[in-house]
């Protein structure tokens, strides 16, 4: 018989599939589950999957059908692993055929909403396709691109417990406001950097009950309207280990929820988490931009600029080199106007380790922002290396603090 899962209860590890016929629906258990599947559903993968299974009458409930042997239809789907990406394009060797499958970033499930990360080796689940161009990969699932904390810890649905976060918090639009998604993307990059900032400082609390449950509790950073931390509590699981296709390393923790230390769990932890900091008292000079440093004067890297040539508006990115490259250095010279006026023009954010700074690239009008430029400290001397968008950078700012919104104001 063939179906798809309806709905799973991750804690209770049972749930129901529809059927070939409509009117009937079919009760199974994890137990019951194999090969790549297990894996799917270890990270919440398997939502329209095409599945095969055989049922039987339930021994506890006369009026119930069970399934068994439940396992991805691979005469509709494909499994294989991701050989190759680079810059928005890549091939997959299908397991089964060893044949190549190339596919774009736009044919990842879940790339419409927020940034799918994709690296050599990652298993992928695809629909096979051929064009004038060869074999090409459709509607590929890549398994487990869970964030850090969705590894970290068991959520019955990751968005909305981010909803819980803003409800808890003080009062933010964490959507982008140049392009709107209806979702929250920008919390969601700032929880994830930020545990894995905790993770890396060993600021993770753990703590014990008296009855020997275990517990573990992060600060976000955030805060109420009444300025109380909110923080992120989780319970720790008994994981078995099991003998799955890929190997897919299972959460330890269960998420419990996001609340201050009124929480009825702060109680089971030995004290209050820190929050995660990104420079210490002595490098705050470094979060202002040195205007005297190299005269003022900022280099651009001509080659990586020009390779992002797609983000600019179009009356810019449609000129030839000379004038493309002459047009940002006079954004440049009125980011740099601006910034010796108001030093909070140049915004600092973190990113790979390191302080850089994003400021306004005004190109078609001088009054408005079309860009940000990233610019980073390299010895004596400012480098540019490349551009975002204003969506782009108020998610990286967004890190640090609130950033202000004198020009970052998609």
């Not at 894996?39 to 999957?49: T, V």
């Not at 700032?190 to 890396?200: G, Q």
């Amino acid at each position: 018989m063939t179906g798809k899962i309806k709905f799973y209860n991750n804690q209770k590890g049972y749930g129901w599939l529809y059927t070939e016929k409509p009117e009937e629906e079919c009760f199974f258990h994890i137990s019951n589950v194999e090969g790549e599947l297990q894996d799917l559903i270890s990270c919440n993968k398997y939502e329209d999957e095409p599945l095969t299974f055989v049922t039987k009458p339930s021994t506890t409930h006369t009026d119930r059908m069970v399934a068994e042997n439940i396992r991805l239809d691979l005469s509709k789907r494909n499994v294989g692993f991701v050989d190759e990406y680079d810059k928005g394009y890549g091939r997959i060797i299908c397991a089964n055929t060893d044949k190549n499958f190339f596919f774009h970033h736009s044919k990842l499930v879940g790339s419409e909403n927020r940034y799918i990360r994709v690296s050599k080796g990652d298993p992928v689940i695809f629909t096979g396709s051929e064009n004038d161009k060869g074999l090409e990969a459709l509607e590929v699932v890549v398994v487990d691109n869970r964030s850090s904390l969705e590894k970290f810890a068991e959520f019955d649905n990751f968005y909305e417990s981010l909803s819980q976060l803003k409800v808890v918090a003080q009062e933010e639009d964490w959507d982008y406001i140049k392009n709107r998604t209806g979702y929250d993307p920008v919390l969601y990059s700032y929880i994830n950097h930020t545990f894995n900032r905790i993770e890396s400082q060993d600021k993770l609390v753990l703590g014990k009950s008296s009855v020997g449950k275990e517990y573990a509790i992060f600060n976000t950073g955030l805060a109420t309207k009444f300025q109380d931390d909110v923080y992120a509590y989780f319970q720790k699981l008994d994981v078995i280990d099991s003998d799955r296709k890929w190997k897919i390393k299972e959460p330890q923790y269960r998420f419990l929820e996001f609340n201050t230390d009124q929480s009825h769990f702060r109680k089971y932890l030995p004290k209050s988490p820190e929050i995660a900091t990104y420079f210490s008292e002595a490098e705050i000079t470094e979060l202002i931009y040195d205007y005297s440093l190299n005269g003022g004067e900022i280099i651009i890297d001509r080659e990586h600029i020009i390779s992002r040539r797609s983000r600019f508006p179009s009356e810019i990115r449609e000129l030839n080199d000379e004038k493309f490259l002459d047009t940002i250095k006079k954004g440049i010279e009125l980011a740099l106007r601006r910034i010796k006026r108001n030093y909070k023009t140049a915004i600092p954010h973190y990113y790979d380790g390191k302080i850089q700074f994003l400021m306004p690239l005004c190109l078609v009008s001088k009054s408005e922002a079309d860009l940000a430029l990233v610019v980073n400290k390299e010895e004596y001397v400012y480098k540019a290396h490349t551009v975002l968008t204003l969506d782009q950078a108020y998610n990286n700012a967004r890190l640090l603090a609130k950033p202000d919104r004198e020009w970052l104001n998609p």
